[in-house]
């Protein structure tokens, strides 16, 4: 049965009390170290977790934007971790520079078995966490506070012990309070003192205190008070990192870590784009590009964003939200005509080597691999919406987002050259015209495919016409679409690929949607729409490739 009033089952968090707050007044003037927990936690809140090949490929592009410290597994969770651990270990992929990071509960047998995983690193940082706060220690675990501590305290000489068998590995350790966002202040400054006296770090040798915002509980500000709180009172302060994890529950983490680094914290755990538990960790490329905006090196290399994103949604099988902060789509297009007029304006009266000052626009796109993209809404005085809509609801054509864009330009050269607006007839021409017709200099004859060879291998045989001439190609690969652009011979990497329907039954066409980048240049893409599938990729792909050449030599 519903309550009257739900909200009288919840209490409001309380404040601390810290009068002589100092950070509201602290400006953040250098990044703070970031540790990406993409491969640990945010792999462990996948549906579908990653497999060994995706956490490769996620962190070499991790090294590749230049983060330094990494979480990389729950190695005591599953022989899949704990192989990749020693995987990275054993194959000598971790730069000398990067340090890796693995998991454990504050549990013997799990303590042995992560920092076995880690043997031989050059340096490694050992994560040991337990909870402590009252809902945890009351419902979970059933022990009191000196039981918590005694276990943390007993955890961390463990890890003391075993690690110093070890001198040959740099060894960093770090404690967390799991929900100290809950956790009462004098406590959780009583667990992290014992364990830092357990530890003995000095500051040449600092030990990693990490606050954890497990659970959300707080608006920014109370969080920010009661990591000062910490940073203040904490023993052995010169030889302790703090650090913060938060997460997202109440929609603020990205204001909570800032307002945590401005009341001492030194290090920000979290994932690319928020991927975490429940709501998600903080999003370490919003943190490092909101730095950007206001003129500080992150010390992150975001310069080709739609490269990180597409890594970052294969592996996480997660979309990005095309309103996302600095990646979506659809961040730097502008519907509204006045804001169109605006950034116009501020783009031609921008120079280069100035302060970046354009309405509408925190920074320049060009930074981060992408441009500005005004969509052009037609037939808006009759209240039918933009060209997608109509092109979808006359036509049947879905266009991809990315796509949206790239054709809002062509809709925009024509509505420039006439100063009109257009109707659905024309922008449906002005797409025939700038994708389905781009067939020079390559022109599909027809195509035959060989899958006999076994493996998943296919061999394709393909007719052709490059510039009215017959050209005949063969490749080989792990389908269609693969052996076609092997037999090509160009450099090509496949971006993105959208198919569907147009109609329904005997009569059904498919219409299939490439992007690609070609000679490493910028994406383009290409669409056909043909009775079989597969040919309709392939002339896909060739519409893509004829662009791209038009628009090379007409540069």
């Not at 990275?88 to 992560?114: C, S």
């Not at 990205?254 to 009341?263: D, G, I, N």
């Not at 005997?506 to 290409?526: D, I, K």
Request: hydrophobic letters at 40%; charged letters at 25%.
């Amino acid at each position: 049965m519903m309550l009257p009033n739900p909200a009288a089952k919840y209490r409001a968090f309380p404040p601390v009390k810290l009068a002589d707050r100092t950070w509201p007044n602290q400006v953040i003037s250098k990044p703070p170290i970031w540790m990406s927990t993409d491969l640990r936690d945010g792999n462990q809140a996948l549906i579908e977790p990653m497999s060994p090949e995706k956490k490769l490929r996620f962190f070499e592009m991790l090294l590749k934007i230049g983060v330094k410290e990494i979480e990389v597994a729950f190695p005591s969770a599953s022989q899949t971790d704990f192989d990749f651990v020693r995987k990275l270990v054993e194959e000598k992929r971790i730069p000398d520079d990067v340090t890796i990071e693995v998991l454990t509960p504050a549990r013997e047998d799990l303590i042995r078995r992560t920092v076995d995983s880690v043997l031989g690193t050059r340096r490694a940082i050992v994560h040991m966490y337990n909870a402590t706060a009252p809902s945890f220690r009351r419902i979970v675990f059933n022990m009191s506070k000196e039981e918590v501590k005694a276990l943390a305290v007993a955890g961390t000489r463990l890890i003391r012990e075993l690690t110093d068998a070890h001198p040959e590995t740099e060894w960093v350790f770090q404690y967390s309070p799991e929900a100290f966002s809950m956790t009462e202040l004098d406590f959780a400054k009583e667990i992290c003192d014992a364990v830092s006296e357990a530890w003995q770090p000095t500051p040449q040798r600092k030990m990693i205190i990490n606050l954890p915002g497990t659970v959300e509980a707080s608006t920014p500000n109370v969080y920010a008070d009661q990591v000062e709180w910490m940073h203040r009172n904490l023993a052995r302060r010169d030889a302790i990192l703090i650090s913060v994890h938060p997460h997202n529950d109440r929609g603020c983490a990205v204001a909570a870590a800032e307002l945590a680094v401005m009341a001492g914290a030194d290090r920000i755990e979290g994932c690319l784009f928020g991927n975490g538990e429940r709501t998600g960790n903080v999003d370490l490329v919003t943190l490092a590009l909101n730095l950007y905006s206001q003129g500080i090196n992150p010390g992150l290399d975001f310069s080709d964003i739609d490269a990180v994103r597409q890594c970052v949604e294969e592996c996480n099988q997660i979309a990005v939200h095309p309103r996302h902060p600095y990646a979506g789509d659809l961040v730097y297009t502008a519907f509204s005509g006045s804001h169109q007029d605006a950034i116009k304006k501020g783009f031609a009266k921008q120079q280069a080597d100035a302060i970046w000052e354009v309405p509408y626009m925190p920074v320049d796109p060009a930074d981060l691999g992408r441009s500005y993209d005004a969509v052009i809404r037609v037939n808006s005085q009759s209240g039918k919406g933009g060209m997608t809509y109509l092109l979808e609801q006359e036509y049947g054509l879905v266009l991809p987002r990315r796509l949206q864009i790239e054709f809002s330009r062509a809709v925009q050269r024509v509505t420039d050259e006439t100063g009109g607006e257009v109707a659905a007839r024309d922008i449906h021409t002005i797409f025939n015209n700038e994708y389905l017709n781009a067939i020079t200099p390559y022109q599909y004859r027809n195509h035959h495919i060989d899958e006999s060879q076994g493996n998943g291998t296919v061999h394709i045989r393909v007719e052709l016409e490059r510039d009215g001439q017959p050209l005949s190609l063969q490749g080989t690969g792990n389908g269609p679409i693969d052996a076609f652009v092997n037999a090509l011979g160009m450099d090509i990497k496949l971006m993105d690929f959208h198919e569907h329907a147009i109609g329904a039954g005997a009569n059904a066409n498919a219409a299939s949607y490439m992007e690609l980048r070609v000679n490493n240049g910028p994406t383009r893409f290409g669409v056909a729409i043909d009775g079989n599938i597969v040919t309709a990729s392939l002339r896909a792909i060739l519409s893509a490739v004829n662009r791209d050449i038009g628009l090379a030599e007409n540069s």
